[in-house]
């Protein structure tokens, strides 16, 4: 946006044409083709969910692979169910996080959780973070899918800015912002301590101007003649969206 000159001879910023803060998200189900979204219920969802984190190999003797997927979420918080269930809680606690199931439509089971954080109406901005996927979700549409709907869903609500923060370490999260459209705007050094190690935050955005164009790559990419009869894509979502996320673009 160019700037504006005020009264005074400053660069300002542009007025914003009737603008109205957009609600925050409420408790209600996000439906996909590949999976829906359930605002996340302990009671309901903590025993699927405790089960989908387990190891992808049931020989494993130890939970290394389990808790590998937690490192850059600063560590998995439980070692067994109850300790899940009581993990839980404490996210579903308050409004923001807003927390979501993942579900599998196939048998109803939760296989993964998304939240929305940051949750910003007064100036229409909202994060996407605090993602778990399960073994079980490792090269299917589902993990996709659920993120373009929390994507969409806010943009629809009026929101002007989705956000996506990582680990700057945590490349395969650096790749999936790039992949669903998200532009890289920097890093914020020594951000965050965790776990007594220094983090370095990659920060990436969505603006509701960049939305459309995005929006039509996640349609084509959803869209059933993108996928074989084995369920295999044809072409990838990041090939649609690369000229997207160019510097400049």
């Not at 903590?46 to 939970?63: F, K, Y």
């Not at 949750?119 to 079980?136: A, C, W």
């Not at 995005?214 to 959803?222: K, Y």
Request: a negative charge.
């Amino acid at each position: 946006m160019s700037p504006f000159i005020n009264e005074y001879g400053q660069p300002v910023g542009p007025v914003i044409d009737g603008w109205q803060p957009p609600p925050a998200p409420r408790a209600e189900i996000l439906e996909g083709r590949f999976c829906r979204l359930e605002p996340l219920d302990v009671s309901a969802h903590a025993p699927t969910l405790w089960r989908a984190w387990q190891p992808s190999d049931p020989d494993i003797a130890d939970d290394h692979d389990g808790k590998a997927r937690w490192t850059y979420l600063g560590g998995r918080g439980f070692d067994d169910e109850a300790g899940c269930r009581r993990w839980l809680k404490t996210m579903t606690a308050s409004d923001d996080p807003h927390c979501y199931a993942i579900i599998d439509p196939a048998d109803d089971q939760a296989v993964g959780m998304a939240t929305y954080l940051r949750i910003v109406p007064v100036d229409g901005s909202i994060e996407i973070g605090h993602l778990n996927f399960s073994p079980r979700m490792a090269r299917t549409p589902i993990s996709s899918e659920a993120l373009m709907l929390l994507i969409r869903h806010v943009f629809e609500l009026g929101y002007r800015r989705v956000e996506w923060k990582c680990d700057a370490l945590n490349a395969p999260s650096r790749r999936a912002a790039e992949r669903l459209g998200f532009r890289f705007e920097g890093i914020f050094r020594q951000h965050r301590v965790v776990n007594g190690r220094n983090r370095d935050t990659a920060w990436f955005s969505i603006l509701d101007g960049e939305w459309p164009a995005i929006r039509e790559c996640h349609r084509r990419w959803l869209a059933p003649d993108n996928f074989d009869a084995g369920g295999r894509q044809r072409q990838s979502l990041s090939t649609m969206t690369a000229e997207l996320t160019k510097p400049g673009h």
